[in-house]
């Protein structure tokens, strides 16, 4: 979508457009643009509305019931922050005390738009015509235009003076090609503009990706890791007076609101931002033992946030090699913070061994996991050639340092 067609999307014409395409998106993509055109549409504006239409559709899993009156684009979309972890975000920012903010590199207003929603006035600043556009139509459609406007320009030029806080998402994809890039020089704005305005702005919050490096993270602030339904979905740096601690996991479960979980194990949550959390300094090590009859498999946030020593705390736990994130215990714990399975099986990994231990035991179905093992879990599957009836769960992993299988199965 260019400009000039989403100013027609946004004339009477288009948006009885957009109607018939939300009606008709969603089947064959060629059908859907037949029954457009034969309704006297345009053909540009019939393949713009049913573009919409259909990224809508999509974007109501990151969204909600929001997105089918959001417009967007499809880069746009990819980048956008999912509105469960935008409106923690922002619900801290409230929680505190911010009321402006700047949100440096806007996109399409997923950040911005929570925090508006949470009554901070926030100043966007997007680099992309179009996409300054659409969030400003975002927040029009959301009835947020007086709390969240878009300025198009450069973010780096901003006055952040104006604000009592200031948010950035930079791009991590490759303006044309819309490549991801991995290297946090190459995002936009760059590296050296994010870690600068930490130190210019008091209150900074920094979302970058889940991959990121913890040498690159700025002395003193808070590095938090976000997973969603078992997803890893994000991390952000909170700086200046912002950090409350040094590494924090945040597990979002269907069932967590944002204004309803406390935490299960783990610290206190901080000032207002509920969740499931757990905080440590990211530097302590998990003692290590033998293998226990119960198996923690920890969240992926937890393992990023290097919490794994606190979770092994909560649950009086222990790795079984100092490089492996498997907690072994005697006792099953409930936690959100893990998958726990009972073992009843371990042995030094041999397919032979395996498949007889496997056939004795009838199993025909197995989820396999796997932590420090070269193994192909599908390709294992096949060479398994399992003609049981039970189900199993499969550990591929190393105890002390010796390719180990372990076998058992999921608690609770
Ligand atoms: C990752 S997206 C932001 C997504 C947003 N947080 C959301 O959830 O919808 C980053 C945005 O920054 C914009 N951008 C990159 N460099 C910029 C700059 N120097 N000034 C302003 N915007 C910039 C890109 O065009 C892109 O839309």
Request: glycine content about 10%.
């Amino acid at each position: 979508m260019d400009l000039d067609q989403f100013r027609a999307l946004r004339t009477p014409e288009g948006s009885a457009a957009l109607a018939a395409a939300t009606r008709v998106a969603g089947g064959d993509p060629l059908t859907a643009a037949a029954a457009l055109r034969s309704a006297g549409l345009p053909a540009g504006l019939a393949a713009a509305a049913l573009t919409q239409a259909e990224l809508r559709r999509k974007a109501a899993g990151k969204f909600g019931p929001a997105a089918a009156g959001m417009f967007l684009t499809r880069p746009g979309l990819e980048q956008a922050t999912r509105r469960e972890v935008a409106d923690r975000r922002a619900e801290r920012l409230r929680a505190a005390g911010v009321r402006t903010l700047a949100d440096l590199g806007c996109g399409l207003g997923a950040d911005a738009l929570a925090a508006a929603r949470a009554g901070i006035r926030v100043y966007g600043v997007e680099a992309d015509p179009l996409t300054a556009a659409l969030a400003a139509a975002n927040a029009e459609a959301a009835g947020l235009a007086d709390l969240f406007t878009v300025e198009c320009g450069d973010a780096t030029a901003f006055d952040v003076t104006r604000v009592d806080a200031a948010f950035c998402d930079p791009a991590r994809r490759k303006a044309g090609t819309g490549r991801r890039v991995f290297d946090p020089n190459a995002y936009s704005p760059p590296w050296d503009f994010v870690t600068d305005l930490a130190e210019r702005v008091p209150c900074t919050v920094v979302k970058v990706a889940p991959g990121l490096d913890h040498a690159l993270i700025p002395p003193g602030a808070e590095a938090e890791w976000v997973s969603v339904r078992g997803d890893l979905v994000e991390a952000a740096l909170w700086c200046g007076r912002l950090a409350e601690v040094p590494r924090r996991a945040t597990v979002c479960r269907d069932g967590d609101r944002p204004s309803g979980g406390q935490p299960t194990t783990g610290q206190p949550t901080a000032g207002q931002f509920t969740g499931v959390q757990l905080t440590g300094s990211g530097a302590a090590e998990a003692a290590v033992g033998p293998v226990r009859r119960y198996l923690y498999d920890p969240d992926p946030a937890v393992v990023r946030a290097h919490l794994v020593a606190e979770l092994a705390t909560e649950l009086d736990a222990r790795i079984a090699d100092p490089s492996i994130a498997y907690l072994y215990a005697d006792t099953p714990v409930r936690t959100p913070f893990a998958r726990c399975l009972e073992i009843t099986d371990v042995l030094p990994f041999s397919l032979k061994r395996l498949r007889a231990l496997l056939r004795e035991r009838r199993v025909g179905r197995v989820e396999i996991l796997k932590r420090g093992s070269a193994l192909e879990p599908e390709q294992l599957r096949r060479d398994l050639r399992l003609s049981g009836d039970q189900p199993a769960s499969l550990v591929l992993t190393r105890v002390a340092g010796a390719p180990t299988v372990l076998l058992g199965r999921p608690v609770g």
